[in-house]
């Protein structure tokens, strides 16, 4: 997230790979958030930025190279991601805001099928909430103590994805994405916890 701007290339390449794995609305997430955090801090590159959202779409096309041979090169990828998108707005929204929300932070979603009645998902751990405290509060300490830095946007990360799939129908696999910067934060309070606890033991020796 964080390479030079020559590098350009690669971040559009991982990119562009990214959004082929399902639907691409994450990756619109992810650069965009990015791309605000460098607005901010006045380190955005517009031409390398375009540069690597160029090559992203590139690689992305290169996925449908079947469709455009078959289609003789007729092929209007653009009409057919509005396609996915339409489906998307049609079949993904959910009947409770930000219902991620409460499915991160207690493993339970109402149903938008049947009777419409409370369901719990088996892929969650209670480390899950645990972890949404930490981002929170390490965000504001590292905020606190450095500015808005690297850390902070990272750390950030899983709240504003939450936000983000609020509108969302609830699927635990959508967590998948923000687990690692989510456990991140809660090394980084235990890690600064023991650290201080450590130097107290050793203030009191001496």
């Known amino acids: ?12 390449v991982f990119l562009g790979l ?17 791309a605000l ?18 090559v992203a779409f590139f690689v992305f096309c290169l996925i449908y190279v079947q469709s455009f041979i078959n289609n003789h090169f007729h092929f209007n990828i653009v009409f057919l991601q509005l396609k996915v998108l339409k489906y998307w ?40 909430p645990i972890t949404l405290i930490t981002s929170i509060i390490a965000s504001i300490k590292t905020l606190r103590k450095k500015g808005l830095t690297k850390e902070v946007f990272i750390f950030l990360i ?30 980084y309070l235990l890690f600064d916890c023991l650290t201080k606890q450590s130097s107290k033991k050793q203030k009191w020796v001496f």
Do not use: E
């Open 89 to 128: 707005w049609q079949h993904s929204i959910t009947n409770l805001p930000l219902a991620s929300v409460m499915l991160f932070t207690t493993g339970f979603f109402k149903s938008w099928w049947g009777n419409h009645g409370w369901l719990r998902t088996q892929p969650w751990s209670f480390f899950w």
């Open 1 to 12: 997230m964080f390479r030079p701007k020559d590098n350009y290339v690669l971040q559009g």
């Open 158 to 187: 899983p709240v504003l994805y939450l936000v983000y799939l609020g509108v969302q129908a609830p699927f635990s696999r959508y967590f998948i994405l923000i687990l690692p910067f989510s456990y991140l934060s809660l090394s």
């Open 18 to 34: 990214m959004a082929t794995a399902k639907f691409w609305g994450a990756c619109v997430f992810f650069v965009g958030t990015i």
């Open 37 to 54: 955090y460098k607005l901010i801090k006045r380190q955005l590159d517009l031409k390398s930025y375009l540069l690597h959202l160029l």
